[in-house]
C-alpha cells in the first residue's frame, strides 16, 4: 500500500531529553512537511523541504531539526531547546504535478509526552 | 501572512441533518484543501478546491477565490461524519506552505 507511516504512535520523554520522530512515505513525492498540533488547534508548519538534502524553517522551527538525506524520509529531532514539546506531530508529503499539484497527504501522527 | 477564520467552531447535529461549513481567507490562494479529522488524529483529504466545486458523495466544496471564501456542504450527516473539520491554504507564491484554521468540530448524534 502507498502511504506515509510515522513511527511511534505514542512517545514517552523525560525533559532535557532529545527525541527523534521517524516519518516515511512511497508515494514518490518530492515534498515533505512537518505538523505540530496543540489540543483544539490547527496544525502549525514546522519544517518542510521540496527535495533531497534541502529544506526551510515554517512557522515555529525552533527547538526543532530536520534533515532529508533520502526522498522517502524526514525524520524530525524535537531537541531540550523546545520549551513546550508535548503536543501532536504530523507529517505530510505532496509532489507537483497534473491533477491536485502539491495536495498534501498526511500520516497518522505521533503523539509526543513530555514529563 | 495569511489569515483564515473557519466556522461555525462547534456544530451539534442530529444524524440525516444537512450542514454548511465556512472558510473565510485574507488573501489569494494556489491552494485550497479541506480535511476531516478522525477520533484518533487521522487527517483525511476531502477536497482540493483552490476553485470551482467538486462533489463526493454526500459532501461537495465550493471555493469563490475572487470573494475569498470556501464552503464545505455535508448533506444526510452520519456518526460517521463526527470530527473536526479543517479549511487550508496555500498563498503568496508558495504552493508549499499550508496555513490551517482552527477547524469546525462536528457532532452528529443518532
Known amino acids: 500500500d502507498g502511504g506515509i507511516t510515522q513511527s511511534p504512535k505514542y512517545l514517552f520523554r523525560k525533559e532535557g531529553q532529545n527525541v527523534t520522530l521517524s516519518c516515511e512515505q512511497n508515494?514518490?513525492?518530492?515534498?515533505m512537511y512537518w505538523y505540530r498540533q496543540d489540543p483544539g488547534q490547527g496544525l502549525r508548519l514546522i519544517y518542510y523541504?521540496?527535495?533531497?538534502?534541502?529544506?526551510q524553517k515554517g512557522d515555529i522551527a525552533e527547538g526543532y531539526s530536520v534533515s532529508r538525506e533520502k526522498k522517502e524520509s524526514f525524520p524530525l529531532t524535537v531537541t531540550s531547546a523546545q520549551k513546550n514539546p508535548t503536543a501532536f506531530y504530523l507529517c505530510?508529503?505532496?509532489?507537483?504535478?497534473?491533477?491536485?499539484?502539491?495536495?498534501?497527504?498526511f500520516g497518522p501522527g505521533t503523539r509526543l509526552t513530555v514529563t | 501572512g495569511i489569515q483564515v477564520e473557519q466556522s461555525p467552531p462547534d456544530l451539534i447535529l442530529q444524524e440525516g441533518a444537512n450542514s454548511t461549513l465556512r472558510c473565510n481567507f485574507s488573501?489569494?490562494?494556489?491552494?485550497l484543501q479541506w480535511f476531516h479529522q478522525n477520533p484518533w488524529g487521522q487527517l483525511i483529504n476531502l477536497f482540493y478546491?483552490?476553485?470551482g466545486t467538486k462533489q463526493n458523495g454526500r459532501l461537495s466544496a465550493t471555493t469563490v477565490a475572487t470573494e475569498r471564501y470556501s464552503l464545505l456542504y455535508i448533506s444526510s450527516s452520519q456518526t460517521t461524519d463526527s470530527g473536526v473539520y479543517f479549511c487550508?491554504?496555500?498563498?503568496?507564491?508558495?504552493?508549499?506552505?499550508?496555513?490551517f484554521g482552527k477547524g469546525t468540530l462536528l457532532t452528529v448524534n443518532p
Open positions: 505530510a508529503s505532496s509532489t507537483p504535478g497534473q491533477g491536485s499539484p502539491y495536495e498534501q497527504y
Open positions: 508515494l514518490n513525492h518530492d515534498a
Open positions: 523541504s521540496q527535495i533531497v538534502n534541502d529544506f
Open positions: 488573501d489569494s490562494v494556489n491552494n
Open positions: 478546491i483552490p476553485s
Open positions: 487550508a491554504v496555500a498563498s503568496g507564491g508558495s504552493n508549499y506552505k499550508l496555513t
